[in-house]
T-cell receptor, first 115, second 113 residues
Framework: DAGVTQSPTHLIKTRGQQVTLRCSPI?????VSWYQQVLGQGPQFIFQ???????GRGNFPDRFSARQFPNYSSELNVNALLLGDSALYLC??????????????FGEGSRLTVL | QQQVKQSPQSLIVQKGGISIINCAYE??????FPWYQQFPGKGPALLIA?????SEKKEGRFTISFNKSAKQFSLHIMDSQPGDSATYFC????????????FGKGTRLHILP
C-alpha cells in the first residue's frame, strides 16, 4: 500500500515568491494535517483538514493557506515567502477522528529553501 | 499551556547499551502517547505508542514506560544499534481528535559502533 506522498521533494524559491505543496494521503484516510519542521526542532502544526473542512489551524500567519480536495488530497500554499519559511513541510494523514488513536502517518516531506 | 517537554536534547550511547529518552507533559487531556523516529531527510515514522492506562509497552527492543501520576513517559531502546541513530520525538494526542498533536522538541540519538 502506498504511504503518504508529497511533492515536490525539494524546491528553492526567492523571497516574495509563492509556493504550492501537494499531498496525497494513505488510501482510506480522510484527515490531512500539515506541519512545518525547522532544522533541529519538532514538527509544528499548521493546518488540519477533514472532509474538505478546516478543523484546526496553528499559529501561522495568513500567508499560509491550505485546502483539501474531494479525493482527500491536499495543497498547502505559502505566499510572500520569507527566509524564515525555509523548512521541511510535512504532510500527515490519519483515520477519521473518533475512529482511531489519532496516530499520524507522515510523508517524506517537501524541503523548501527560500533565498 | 499544552506542552510536551523532552530530554535530553542529544544522546550518545555505545553499541549494545540502553538508550533512554524522557518526556513530561502537562495536558491531562492527552490520551495517547506515540514515539516517532526520524532519519535525516525523511519524515517521522511511528515507532511505538502507549495509552495512559498501561504502565509499560514493549515491542522488540523498544519499550515505553508510563507514569501517569507523574505525567511522565520514557522510551528505552535495549541493545542499541548504530541503525537506531536518528532523532526521536515523543508526542501527546488529545482525547478531542480535532485538537492538535503536541510534539516534543526531539532527541538526537547517536549509537557508537
Amino acid at each position: 500500500d502506498a504511504g503518504v506522498t508529497q511533492s515536490p521533494t525539494h524546491l528553492i524559491k526567492t523571497r516574495g515568491q509563492q509556493v504550492t505543496l501537494r499531498c496525497s494521503p494513505i488510501s482510506g484516510h480522510k484527515s490531512v494535517s500539515w506541519y512545518q519542521q525547522v532544522l533541529g526542532q519538532g514538527p509544528q502544526f499548521i493546518f488540519q483538514y477533514y472532509e474538505k473542512e478546516e478543523r484546526g489551524r496553528g499559529n501561522f500567519p495568513d500567508r499560509f493557506s491550505a485546502r483539501q480536495f474531494p479525493n482527500y488530497s491536499s495543497e498547502l500554499n505559502v505566499n510572500a515567502l520569507l527566509l524564515g519559511d525555509s523548512a521541511l513541510y510535512l504532510c500527515a494523514s490519519s483515520l477519521p477522528a473518533g475512529a482511531n488513536t489519532g496516530e499520524l502517518f507522515f510523508g517524506e516531506g517537501s524541503r523548501l529553501t527560500v533565498l | 499551556q499544552q506542552q510536551v517537554k523532552q530530554s535530553p536534547q542529544s544522546l550518545i550511547v555505545q553499541k549494545g547499551g540502553i538508550s533512554i529518552i524522557n518526556c513530561a507533559y502537562e495536558n491531562t487531556a492527552f490520551d495517547y502517547f506515540p514515539w516517532y523516529q526520524q532519519f535525516p531527510g525523511k519524515g517521522p515514522a511511528l515507532l511505538i505508542a502507549i495509552r495512559p492506562d498501561v504502565s509499560e509497552k514493549k515491542e522488540g527492543r523498544f519499550t515505553i514506560s508510563f507514569n501517569k501520576s507523574a505525567k511522565q513517559f520514557s522510551l528505552h531502546i535495549m541493545d542499541s544499534q548504530p541503525g537506531d541513530s536518528a532523532t526521536y520525538f515523543c508526542a501527546g494526542i488529545p482525547m478531542n481528535r480535532d485538537d492538535k498533536i503536541i510534539f516534543g522538541k526531539g532527541t538526537r540519538l547517536h549509537i557508537l559502533p
